[in-house]
């Protein structure tokens, strides 16, 4: 490719580093890529390239690598030895656990597939087909597993497990994806494998090729990540952790290992193809080997373009790799907050329809039955409970919780009811579940309640909405509402429906010396505009906490 576009015989022994083409430890020549034009232009003259070309030897390839065989045999050998080892020692403390390889079709996955053949036998290949992945990828990995003998792992319909979810409909939700928001990990690479994991049913120790020297992001990885996260029933073991990319490939070469194709077509990585997390030079190669599939990305990324405002310098030049869009909040309050001896009990309408009463079966027995044309439900506990009506998009909705247990209540209940009101159905949770009850059915979430233990876990996993949607909704679980003063006086009124806290609250503004006002024995407080709300409610809630605290000791 380089002599293509330079027009110049280059010799067979070359390394590229970055933007530098490199011989005999020296530079050759850098180059910078031209994206506009499709072009890759030399930062030197040409007859100063020749010039350099004259003093390399011409040694051939199987010379040089019998060269670098014997200056380094033992280094590799001793990173063998150690990968090898590592391999065994994991697999058997992890003896009970279903054995696995996680394979991306990249060199790294290449290595760590014969390091734990030759270290362990027989153990099958899991590829997760994120659906886009290059064609040339999809052939390499049928024919890596059948030269080296590997099980490829597939579904009941011999088709590698995949996410149901279509990438360019989930672009129009929650945007093309960017360094800084890879949505698509959990929703294509995550759940893929987990859909595995959920029909084992049952704990894996997976091998796979991370490097920490592959990124800023992996430079801590630890050599063994046990379970949890992204893939709840996955103990992720990193055989290669320390090794440096030239150590891979000196590997594969010393091995006669095949790879994958789209290396020799100038591809530094070997992922996805609408992949952010690739450099401009990464960029150029995917527009100049794949043209069809990037105007695919193109397409998708003019019309975000367009929606933003943005010119086309920002495709051209790569800048949507680094979106940061804006976050649009809107947060529903409880219209009404009452008290009934021991009991808080909020009420809300919200947007929320039959579907997403699924996410609060966490919470324990979840009811739904018809009455008049609406869906009435209930779930919970004497402790803490949620019930309600749907209709269409919308619900009224009353949360009920012992004043002992409020703050843990309204934590749980704020985190529910988020995913619940902004959840898309993109999967990106499930894999999360360590007990395997969570599904996608046409695009809406199902959580079996045979296998759901009620550990809360799912309020904790990532949601792809809340973390990455430009707008979400959410609901605020507060025991006051606060508005300006309708008589235009510098304060602001705390509506709290149990006088006595009114009251008890007081005393803490007092003692940081905040002008108020009570009114109503202690129901309405007002406070002084000169703090904000902010500082009202941190103040509120520290207060809460240590009452809760107070009342908790009461019932032991």
Same mark, same amino acid.
């Given at each position: 490719?380089?002599?293509?576009?330079?027009?110049?015989?280059?010799?067979?022994?070359?390394?590229?580093?970055?933007?530098?083409?490199?011989?005999?430890?020296?530079? !050759?020549?850098?180059?910078?890529?031209?994206?506009?034009?499709?072009? !890759?232009?030399?930062?030197?003259?040409?007859?100063?390239?020749?010039?350099?070309?004259?003093?390399?030897?011409?040694?051939?390839?199987?010379?040089?690598?019998?060269?670098?065989?014997?200056?380094?045999?033992?280094?590799?050998?001793?990173?063998?030895?150690? %990968?090898?080892?590592?391999?065994?020692?994991?697999?058997?403390?992890?003896?009970?656990?279903?054995?696995?390889?996680?394979?991306?079709?990249?060199?790294? #996955?290449?290595?760590?597939?014969?390091?734990?053949?030759?270290?362990?036998?027989?153990?099958?290949?899991?590829?997760?087909?994120?659906?886009?992945?290059?064609?040339?990828?999809?052939?390499?990995?049928?024919?890596?597993?059948?030269?080296?003998?590997?099980?490829?792992?597939?579904?009941?319909?011999?088709?590698?497990?995949?996410?149901?979810?279509?990438?360019?409909? !989930?672009?129009?939700?929650?945007?093309?994806?960017?360094?800084?928001?890879?949505?698509?990990?959990?929703?294509?690479?995550?759940?893929? /494998?987990?859909?595995?994991?959920?029909?084992?049913?049952?704990?894996?120790?997976?091998?796979?090729?991370?490097?920490?020297?592959?990124?800023?992001?992996?430079?801590?990885?630890?050599?063994?990540?046990?379970?949890?996260?992204?893939? %709840?029933? +996955?103990?992720?073991?990193? &055989?290669?952790?320390?090794?440096?990319? %030239?150590?891979?490939?000196?590997?594969?070469?010393?091995?006669?290992?095949?790879?994958?194709?789209?290396?020799?077509?100038?591809?530094?990585? /070997?992922?996805?193809?609408?992949?952010?997390?690739?450099?401009?030079?990464?960029?150029?190669?995917?527009?100049?080997?794949?043209?069809?599939?990037?105007?695919?990305?193109?397409?998708?990324?003019?019309?975000?373009?367009?929606?933003?405002?943005?010119?086309?310098?920002?495709?051209?030049?790569?800048?949507?790799?680094?979106?940061?869009?804006?976050?649009?909040?809107?947060?529903?309050?409880?219209?009404? /907050?009452?008290?009934?001896?021991?009991?808080?009990?909020?009420?809300?309408?919200?947007?929320?329809?039959?579907? %997403?009463?699924?996410?609060?079966?966490?919470?324990?027995?979840?009811? /739904?039955?018809?009455?008049?044309?609406?869906?009435?439900?209930?779930?919970?506990?004497?402790?803490?409970?949620?019930?309600?009506?749907?209709?269409?998009?919308?619900?009224?909705?009353?949360?009920?919780?012992?004043?002992?247990?409020?703050?843990?209540?309204?934590?749980?209940?704020?985190?529910?009811?988020?995913?619940?009101?902004?959840?898309?159905?993109?999967?990106?949770?499930?894999?999360?579940?360590?007990?395997?009850?969570?599904?996608?059915?046409?695009?809406? !979430?199902?959580?079996?309640?045979?296998?759901?233990?009620?550990?809360?876990?799912?309020?904790? #996993?990532?949601?792809?909405?809340?973390?990455?949607?430009?707008?979400?909704?959410?609901?605020?679980?507060?025991?006051?509402?606060?508005?300006?003063?309708?008589?235009?006086? &510098?304060?602001?009124?705390?509506?709290?429906?149990?006088?006595?806290?009114?009251?008890?609250?007081?005393?803490?503004?007092?003692?940081?010396?905040?002008?108020?006002?009570?009114?109503?024995?202690?129901?309405?407080?007002?406070?002084?505009?000169?703090?904000?709300?902010?500082?009202?409610?941190?103040?509120?809630?520290?207060?809460?906490?240590?009452?809760?605290?107070?009342?908790? +000791?009461?019932?032991?």
């Amino acid at each position: 490719m380089f002599e293509d576009f330079l027009s110049i015989e280059l010799p067979e022994i070359l390394f590229r580093w970055r933007n530098r083409i490199m011989s005999e430890g020296k530079t !050759l020549f850098r180059f910078k890529t031209d994206i506009k034009k499709l072009k !890759l232009n030399s930062v030197e003259p040409t007859n100063k390239i020749k010039e350099r070309i004259k003093e390399t030897s011409s040694e051939s390839w199987e010379e040089f690598l019998r060269k670098m065989k014997k200056c380094n045999d033992k280094i590799l050998e001793e990173k063998e030895r150690a %990968a090898t080892k590592f391999i065994k020692e994991t697999s058997k403390q992890h003896s009970e656990k279903f054995k696995i390889i996680t394979y991306s079709g990249g060199k790294d #996955s290449d290595v760590v597939s014969l390091l734990v053949k030759k270290t362990l036998g027989d153990i099958p290949l899991l590829f997760g087909d994120t659906t886009l992945e290059y064609p040339e990828t999809y052939e390499y990995i049928e024919r890596f597993a059948k030269k080296y003998g590997f099980e490829l792992v597939k579904d009941e319909n011999d088709n590698f497990y995949r996410s149901d979810q279509d990438f360019f409909e !989930l672009c129009d939700k929650l945007g093309p994806p960017s360094i800084r928001y890879r949505w698509c990990c959990y929703v294509f690479k995550a759940f893929s /494998v987990g859909k595995f994991y959920k029909n084992l049913n049952e704990e894996a120790l997976a091998f796979s090729g991370i490097r920490r020297a592959e990124s800023l992001s992996r430079k801590n990885y630890p050599a063994i990540k046990e379970a949890g996260g992204k893939i %709840a029933r +996955q103990v992720l073991a990193h &055989p290669i952790i320390d090794w440096k990319e %030239a150590d891979v490939w000196f590997y594969l070469f010393c091995n006669n290992m095949i790879c994958n194709p789209l290396y020799e077509m100038g591809h530094m990585r /070997v992922g996805c193809w609408p992949c952010p997390n690739t450099g401009p030079s990464m960029c150029f190669y995917r527009m100049l080997t794949h043209p069809h599939l990037w105007n695919k990305l193109k397409k998708v990324l003019k019309t975000y373009a367009k929606k933003m405002g943005e010119s086309n310098d920002w495709i051209d030049n790569g800048w949507w790799r680094l979106r940061t869009p804006g976050r649009n909040k809107k947060v529903v309050d409880p219209f009404k /907050v009452t008290k009934t001896g021991s009991h808080y009990k909020l009420h809300y309408r919200a947007p929320l329809d039959v579907y %997403a009463l699924e996410h609060l079966k966490p919470l324990g027995g979840l009811k /739904v039955w018809k009455n008049n044309g609406f869906h009435e439900y209930s779930v919970g506990s004497q402790n803490f409970s949620v019930s309600g009506n749907v209709k269409g998009k919308e619900t009224n909705l009353v949360l009920a919780c012992k004043q002992q247990n409020y703050l843990d209540s309204k934590v749980l209940f704020e985190k529910l009811m988020a995913r619940a009101i902004n959840c898309i159905g993109c999967g990106g949770c499930v894999s999360s579940c360590p007990n395997g009850a969570m599904g996608i059915t046409n695009r809406h !979430l199902f959580i079996d309640s045979t296998k759901c233990n009620y550990c809360g876990l799912c309020a904790k #996993s990532n949601c792809m909405a809340l973390k990455f949607a430009k707008d979400r909704i959410q609901i605020k679980a507060n025991l006051f509402g606060m508005e300006s003063c309708m008589e235009g006086k &510098p304060m602001n009124h705390l509506t709290i429906p149990d006088g006595s806290i009114g009251r008890k609250f007081t005393e803490i503004l007092k003692m940081k010396e905040i002008d108020f006002e009570v009114h109503e024995d202690g129901k309405i407080v007002c406070v002084s505009n000169k703090i904000t709300k902010n500082e009202i409610e941190k103040l509120f809630w520290n207060f809460i906490n240590q009452q809760t605290k107070t009342n908790k +000791q009461k019932y032991l």
